[in-house]
């Protein structure tokens, strides 16, 4: 699947190097590898070396992809939201503090978290995995999925950029219908796992959480020109105290940090298809 040093914000266009959408919905493309021999694209062997030709088609796909993002957010004032203070919190392990920091769902997305930095990176966490998801590029759960994750004053710009941003043709170019849909024996994979989470800033109405995530992102099925590819990347979301619950009003990607790929077997694609409606999604928590 799969801009500049300076992280992006909804209202601006996001650099090359730094892009909050490049991920959404499991469209980067930078490390897809196209198959050398015909039949299964996960058949066991290797992954081979990049070909010029894969080479050439997965820059058109970025390119594509730049496109739908700098269209997508269009609009603002192009001024990011900065929390009240700028105060750094100290690096803290990743782990169960006893708090129960979520109060429940709506929509399949947590909610009621807890008034504190704890409650601010667990609502990061939470919508990181449900914004770089595939139901993101599906017109019927878009805009649930972006009136639960961002503030109220925010989310309307937003969804009118996505569904602009990832309408009909887009869809078609990454192999989907104009309902966000995979052809028959097709499974379109998009889903995200956070490793950590950081706060940078926090106060009682504001908060800048990274957080540290990776991945599985392509389309699993014999014949695939874009078979699923792990990804590791940073999302940095600005949270904001409203209404009792944790909402953003903003966030930015960068890739990394990316540890060294394992030289091991890919499964088939129908191991993969299998094992993304075999295994749910969790409730993520410090």
Not at 85 to 92: M, N
Not at 183 to 211: D, H, Q
Request: hydrophobic content about 35%; overall charge neutral.
């Amino acid at each position: 699947m799969s801009f500049d040093d300076e992280p992006g914000h909804v209202g601006g266009d996001p650099g090359r190097g730094d892009d909050r959408f490049s991920t959404l919905g499991g469209t980067r493309q930078t490390r897809t590898r196209m198959p050398e021999t015909t039949g299964d694209v996960y058949g066991g062997a290797r992954r081979p070396q990049r070909t010029s030709r894969s080479l050439v088609m997965v820059v058109g796909v970025v390119v594509l992809l730049v496109a739908a993002i700098a269209f997508a957010n269009r609009g603002g004032d192009g001024s990011a939201t900065t929390p009240d203070t700028a105060k750094p919190g100290a690096t803290e392990p990743t782990a169960a503090t006893g708090t129960k920091p979520v109060g429940g769902k709506q929509g399949g997305i947590a909610s009621g978290f807890a008034h504190d930095e704890q409650g601010a990176q667990s609502a990061a966490s939470n919508y990181a995995v449900a914004l770089v998801s595939a139901d993101i590029l599906k017109p019927d759960r878009r805009p649930e999925i972006v009136r639960q994750v961002f503030a109220a004053d925010k989310a309307t710009e937003l969804e009118a950029n996505l569904d602009k941003a990832y309408g009909k043709d887009f869809l078609s170019k990454v192999g989907l219908d104009s309902s966000g849909n995979a052809a028959a024996g097709m499974t379109y994979i998009s889903r995200t796992a956070p490793v950590g989470t950081k706060a940078t800033a926090f106060s009682p109405s504001s908060a800048t959480i990274e957080v540290w995530c990776t991945g599985v992102f392509g389309m699993a099925g014999v014949g695939s020109t874009n078979p699923v590819t792990n990804d590791w990347f940073t999302l940095t979301l600005q949270l904001r105290w409203t209404n009792g619950d944790w909402k953003a009003e903003s966030f930015s990607q960068k890739d990394g940090p990316a540890p060294v790929n394992a030289d091991r077997k890919a499964s088939t694609a129908d191991e993969i298809a299998k094992a993304v409606q075999e295994y749910g999604g969790f409730t993520y928590a410090r």
